[in-house]
């Protein structure tokens, strides 16, 4: 058969295939997402905004308190929380998942005072919506015309008519803003303003009362070798010998819910939506470890099994940790004991709170050294991120395909939120994959403003295919965690100048990261990385009010600490933690408030470069990326006049590099529509 012969039958194919799915997808039902529940929990409860204010100044009247802080984080300082501990959002009802809601009591007479939600960038718009403008003000973070949300609680229970007191529950704040406080208290404002946290009580929790909903119970299952690649006996040993190394620590503290589950090999998928870990702490000894959990989660006898092989693991109950650290002391067995703690802002305020104060005083110091350990990925860890890109990758290709078909051949009427059900139902035909790694941000033209916008059932969204489209979605798999974003423009009607423009300034930026090459050991390479993916934007007087990278775990959080690509929300830009085995996003966006948003995230592993002739002055190889994401950028919205023949020349053989490698297996699985539109997407630009 001629080429051209073999051209033609492959089009009737693709063609015939797209026919037989007319009438399957015109009255297609698809399931709703299974994280629903907490985007339309009723947050306004039974009572209104206004009252749960009245309701919980009522209570400040009652401890004598006259300033309350509202974190987001639970008592592991989580960024993502269960239903239960999303106090700041019942109080609040703005759900974004980054602010700190304050609370004041000016008056104990009428109960009156103000409240301040302080959230950044990725939430001004989210916030400005969600807030009711008669309670509550908006405290902009990183913005010079407000004032910082801890200079406001001083200034407001400075001028409060009913006391000076500053409070909040211990456990959920971290230890660094519980420091600072008190110096604050005890220094700069002595007899101006008191700190006095309620330990054991929280306010939020009596004013929810039975409505708050409980913590999930569903069992922990073991963390196959085949996905985890280190056994825990060799992860306790490179913890041991680190602690002996640092300060010759004697008990070192994990109470990062994702450490927790790293360390033990232990995943969960119910505690927590989007992150597969459960609630515990676990206590290190040099040779021994106190496991702190609800018993009733360990039913599984696999996890019994496991747990038992763990030399020197004692089980205790989850609510006895804080009881067993007002009890700590030498023992003969450790007659001068060393404490170990996370970094000030990983550990609560009243963990140190607890501690005996003589200890305080002489063998506690601050070490991190989990998190660390688990950022750099090990061989199996690396090779299974690249499968669950891989697989991720597909389903957005085979989801992009099915979209743009329906939009603009069947001229259907899809809404952002459909949109999210239906890439969800298409990540549930891969295997191991275990639910979404956050809420998928589906979001067409003025909501894609928004930086972290996500539809719900109720509220969304018309998809115009004449709009900027912009979805980021992520994926927790057993092999790994996924997030990635793709921004589209479906439709040839409104395609503006300026769209391709902005567009291409994006991936700009974005790729300035990806081909980076740097020097190791260098403490800076977090800012200067952030640089380079502003500086194509800066060039044309834009920026973008986000950080430009974090790390991804394995199976784990979305968003790892303690690797940021950010000099703007206070990530930890000094630290050399750029090595070989770190994975982290390169995520940079343009947004036109109230018009569109745009952004292109993929993820990357940190490498030694072999193209490099030369080494660094210390003699060290270069460093550089290599991409994990074979998914192709918009080829409608790629303007080359922005653009360099090296950049032109790498997006050109990226692209054929997934044409050929993902092509194929689109063809295997009968997703001929998906490949056609790859080909499309990937032809040169």
């Known amino acids: 058969m001629t080429a051209s012969a073999s051209h033609n039958a492959s089009h009737d194919r693709y063609h015939d295939y797209e026919s037989d799915l007319e009438s399957d997808t015109d009255s297609e039902i698809l399931p709703d997402l299974p994280y629903s529940a907490s985007l339309t929990y009723n947050f306004q409860s039974k009572s209104s905004n206004t009252e749960k204010l009245q309701k919980l100044r009522g209570l400040m009247k009652q401890h004598g308190i006259s300033v309350y802080i509202v974190p987001s984080e639970d008592e592991h300082q989580s960024e993502y929380t ?146 985890a690649g280190e056994t825990v006996e060799s992860k306790l040993k490179r913890v041991r010998k680190k602690m002996s190394e640092d300060g010759n620590g004697t008990h070192l503290l994990v109470t990062a819910l994702d450490e927790v589950a790293w360390l033990l090999n232990l995943r969960c998928t119910a505690d927590v939506e989007f992150n597969a870990c459960f609630f515990s702490y676990v206590i290190v000894t040099l040779d021994g470890l106190s496991l702190y959990i609800d018993e009733r989660k360990l039913s599984d006898p696999k996890v019994k099994t496991h747990l038992d092989q763990i030399k020197g693991l004692v089980v205790k109950k989850y609510g006895s940790f804080y009881d067993d650290l007002k009890n700590f002391k030498s023992t003969i067995n450790y007659p001068e004991m060393a404490l170990i703690l996370p970094s000030k802002t990983a550990t609560t305020y009243a963990i140190l709170a607890s501690l005996p104060q003589s200890l305080i005083k002489q063998r506690v110091s601050y070490n991190p050294i989990v998190s660390y350990m ?140 990806a081909l980076a090459k740097f020097p190791p050991n260098n403490p800076l390479t977090s800012a200067i990385l952030d640089s380079y993916s502003r500086q194509p934007l800066w060039n044309e007087g834009l920026d973008f009010n986000h950080g430009s990278g974090h790390g991804v775990g394995v199976c784990g959080n979305v968003h790892e600490g303690p690797l940021y690509l950010s000099t703007t929300n206070g990530g930890p830009s000094n630290q050399s933690l750029f090595a070989p085995g770190a994975i982290t996003t390169i995520e940079p966006g343009y947004y036109v408030d109230g018009v569109k948003g745009f952004r292109v995230e993929s993820e990357i592993q940190v490498i030694e470069c072999e193209d490099t002739v030369g080494r660094t002055r210390e003699g060290n190889k270069f460093l550089c990326f290599k991409y994990l994401t074979p998914v192709p950028f918009c080829h409608k919205l790629i303007d080359t006049k922005y653009l360099s023949r090296v950049e032109i020349d790498w997006i050109n053989e990226f692209h054929r590099s997934i044409r050929l490698g993902l092509g194929k297996q689109l063809l295997e699985m009968g997703e001929f529509r998906a490949y056609k539109w790859l080909v499309n997407e990937t032809r040169p630009i």
Not at 169 to 196: H, N
Not at 213 to 219: A, F, I, K, M, N
Not at 432 to 452: K, Q, R, V
Request: with cysteine; aromatic share 12%.
């Open 374 to 513: 688990k950022l750099y990925k090990n061989e199996t860890e690396l090779k299974n991120a690249e499968v669950t890109q891989y697989k991720d990758s597909l389903a957005l290709i085979i989801f992009s395909a099915w979209l743009e078909h329906s939009l603009l051949d069947k001229k259907m009427v899809i809404n952002e939120y459909e949109a999210a059900c239906k890439i969800h139902q298409i990540k549930t035909r891969f295997p191991n994959f275990l639910g979404e790694s956050y809420e998928t941000i589906s979001s067409s033209g003025p909501n894609g403003a928004i930086i972290h916008y996500a539809p719900s059932k109720e509220e969304n969204s018309i998809i115009d295919p004449e709009q900027i489209y912009l979805l980021d979605v992520g994926s927790q798999f057993l092999e790994g965690t996924t997030d990635i974003t793709r921004t589209y423009k479906f439709g040839y009607e409104g395609l503006l100048e300026e769209d391709r423009k902005f567009y291409t300034l994006v991936l700009k930026a974005h790729l300035a990261v």
């Open 82 to 227: 269960a239903l239960a501990d999303k106090r700041r959002e019942f109080i609040s009802e703005f759900t974004g998942s980054a602010g700190i809601a304050v609370i004041t009591l000016d008056d104990g007479e009428t109960l009156t005072g103000q409240a301040a939600m302080s959230t950044d960038g990725r939430y001004f718009l989210q916030a400005e919506k969600q807030l009711n403008k008669e309670n509550w003000t908006l405290l902009k973070q990183g913005n010079p015309s407000y004032p910082k949300w801890t200079q406001w609680c001083i200034d407001k229970a400075i001028q409060s008519k009913f006391s000076n007191v500053i409070s909040c529950d211990p456990r959920v704040i971290s230890l660094s803003t519980g420091e600072f406080f008190e110096k604050a208290s005890k220094s700069q404002y002595s007899g101006q303003i008191k700190f006095e946290p309620l330990l054991k009580t929280n306010l939020i929790d009596e004013v929810w009362g039975d409505e708050k909903p409980s913590r999930s119970l569903e069992p922990v299952f073991v963390y196959e070798m085949e996905f």
